[in-house]
């Protein structure tokens, strides 16, 4: 199945809605039985998961594919229950279906509640690690819906054998078995199918480049939720404690640079300027890290390279960062605004009113305060898992767990009630 | 300005995202008072806003609309008046915007809050009455959004005016007067333009027939928030109150059948159906309701139409209703899942079982048990206004009130709190 033709895809979206149907009123029991079942099996036939994973790691490699990216494709023993651990740990999560979101007696008497029930159908598209197929379908199947995976292609033949085993899983634990599919097709033809499959799927979530989740976001006409992209900024203001933000700094660029809550900018505030922008030269460089600065940073370093508007917007994911001095705390959410993507900006200093205003200006989806930006994440939040960061205003903004999987349902109950 | 060219929509939106950013922060006192006083100068200025409105009235009067449509465009001081408290009563409203959704201090001791925002820039997209101007501006503006309005050209003289009252309010409460802004243009090329803002308009918001709908939906780049189609089924179980039943459904059909709430579809239990159809028909028929059945329920009468494939599906939003006997109540929720829309479905049954299964089969914004579906509305559910109703499954879902039209933000304080 390297094609995906239209029929093709068409035919699994309306493969999953069926499956869909059958999950959505199962028991929080069956649906972890089933979890369970699917990390047993992960432990249980990981020699050809790892046959498989063999090939798409051997093409890569003759592909001339760097070392890092070949280290992320690969899986090992170790990996593998790695995955299967997370999968045993989405088990234990609680069931978000079925809660009672909102519940009272209208004064007519008609008993009115809102009930959080599965989205449906989500196709997941993403870029990378085989161990997001494993993820998102363990997360997906915990809240009730069904999926439709569509990987990576360098990752093709380790999903295929992944999504095999977690079906031939869940054959007889009650859950459907089309629960869980992948995108027939290793072209772009079959996303695009995917993408006007509306009616047949409920929500698309890209994972992964900025290119990517912008090419769904245009195309799609089934409801898309966008993730991951962050040029993320700290703020280190007039009243800072310069240790405080010299550490914040370093830890939200260097601790690690390939992750979309990693900082890619950071602005300072004037009056702190020449107290703090030498301290924090010196430290980024002693980390290796190239600073593209305004001229007024550039006026601290030669070794600062001059920052041109790109800078300014680009998510990095490497060790350079953009730098310039700011006027005010005005000045920098200005900055924020025009350039950042609305994922995750800090801001460090010891005045609760800066605190505040800053809060309350900054239109992204986490603000953090005195705290490194590497913080916005699911499993950090306490959310028990993560399906992905949300830049979006709509439905779930910021890290996504697995209430944000679902949609809610209103249920109204009466004795014969009629409107007059 | 009835020209609407690329650059004067993305010009009006972008003035929206300035108004938006400075909307954010204001306290409900300010947005309160800036409602009050839209709401006194509608009255105040309903001279001006009348004569206007005789523009559109008499030009659709001279294209030929129909009566029933010159009413529903027609303004007069009386409905400026009910427009006005209905203005009033949004500014006693909550206020959304600043609830503390979540909050809780993590183990590494960051206190973690959620907290309600504005979506930011709110674009709604409307036919028919202006009374939807200012309603919609009164809701978007109390939930601190700047809104963008492109109502139906028959309405534009009364927009114009509605919209320059509403402005000139402004001037002076501390709301910025772009708060509120009509879109330019009365073509449909100034809609395209508006669909294509992303990155200017957060969510944009149909409100209208299926088509107007659809179109939104296929063409947006900015996320759509889809409204109001309503193919609504009432299921009269194999055991159920024969008088209920009966009373229910002509509610629901003939109450109000214009709306997107009235039910368009009845499916009949067959063990029950010789006992109900005969009643339904003849009730029916009294009221003047056109019968479009299938061969089950045409053999219980000569006046029932036969029903097509088309039958099924439509929104009649007239005095027709499409009707069919099924085997099971699992038949009739497949009906509804083949041909609904997602609205409203409601179940007449004295079986607690059935009721739990028919709420657990049925994949609608809204059950109703034993209830007529007109329930389904902002107002009746006690949430004090209504922006649409949802009839999709991301963001809201069902009547939309003020909290339907945020977002959230999280924000995390620590102490110099960096990741390990």
Redesign the interface.
């Known amino acids: 199945m390297s094609e995906g033709t239209r029929e093709q895809v068409l035919e699994v979206a309306a493969r999953g809605r069926a499956a869909a ?1 059958d999950l ?2 199962l028991p929080r029991g069956v649906k972890d039985a089933a979890l369970h079942a699917i990390a047993d099996a992960l432990t249980e036939r990981a020699a050809e998961i790892l046959k498989a994973n063999e090939v798409d790691v051997e093409r890569a490699r003759e592909g001339g594919t760097e070392a890092y990216m070949l280290d992320r494709l690969s899986l090992s023993r170790e990996r593998l229950e790695a995955i299967a651990d997370a999968v045993r740990n989405v088990a234990g999560l609680p069931d978000p279906v079925g809660e009672n979101v909102r519940g ?1 007696t ?2 007519n008497g ?1 008993e ?1 509640r ?1 009930l959080r ?1 599965p ?2 159908v989500v196709g997941i598209i993403y870029e990378g690690r085989p161990n997001v197929t494993v993820d998102a379908a363990a997360l997906t199947l915990k809240s009730g819906n069904a999926v439709l995976l569509r990987g990576s292609s360098s990752a093709y033949d380790s999903n295929v054998a992944l999504v095999n085993v977690m079906r031939d899983a869940l054959a007889g634990t009650g859950v459907p078995v089309d629960a869980v599919q992948l995108v027939p097709g290793r072209d772009r033809e079959s996303v695009k199918h995917l993408m006007r499959a ?1 009616g047949l799927v ?2 698309l979530i890209p994972r992964g480049g900025a290119s990517l989740i912008n090419s769904v ?2 195309e799609s ?1 089934v ?3 966008e993730t991951g992209v962050g040029n993320c900024a700290v703020y280190v203001d007039a009243q800072a ?1 310069l ?2 933000a010299l ?2 700094l370093i ?1 939200a660029k260097t ?2 640079p390939s992750v979309c809550n990693a900082a890619e900018t950071f602005l300072v505030h004037r009056d702190i300027a020449d107290a703090f922008v030498p301290l924090a030269l010196a430290a980024l460089a002693d980390k290796g890290v190239t600073v593209h600065g305004d001229e007024r940073v550039a006026a601290y370093s030669a070794d600062v390279v001059p920052a041109t508007e790109e800078d300014w917007r680009v998510e990095y994911l490497s060790l350079d960062i953009a730098a310039a001095v700011v006027d005010s705390l005005e000045d920098a959410v200005k900055h924020i ?1 025009a350039y950042g993507s609305g994922h995750t900006e800090a801001i460090v200093t010891t005045s609760q009113q800066a ?1 505040k205003r800053f ?3 900054v ?10 930006t ?3 994440d699911g499993e ?3 959310f028990g898992a993560e399906i992905g960061i949300s830049t ?4 779930a ?3 996504m767990g697995l209430p944000e999987l679902t ?13 007059g």
Do not use: W
């Open positions: 149907a959505a009123p009272y209208l004064p008609l009115l809102q029930v989205l449906g509306r409920d929500v976001v245009e006409t409801p898309v939720i404690d240790d405080v550490k914040i830890n601790q690690r605004r605190a809060v309350a200006l239109d992204s989806a986490a603000v953090a305060v005195n705290a490194s590497r913080f916005t950090e939040f306490g979006q205003k709509l439905h903004r910021g890290p949609s809610t349902k209103y249920v109204f109950t009466g004795e014969g009630h009629l409107r």
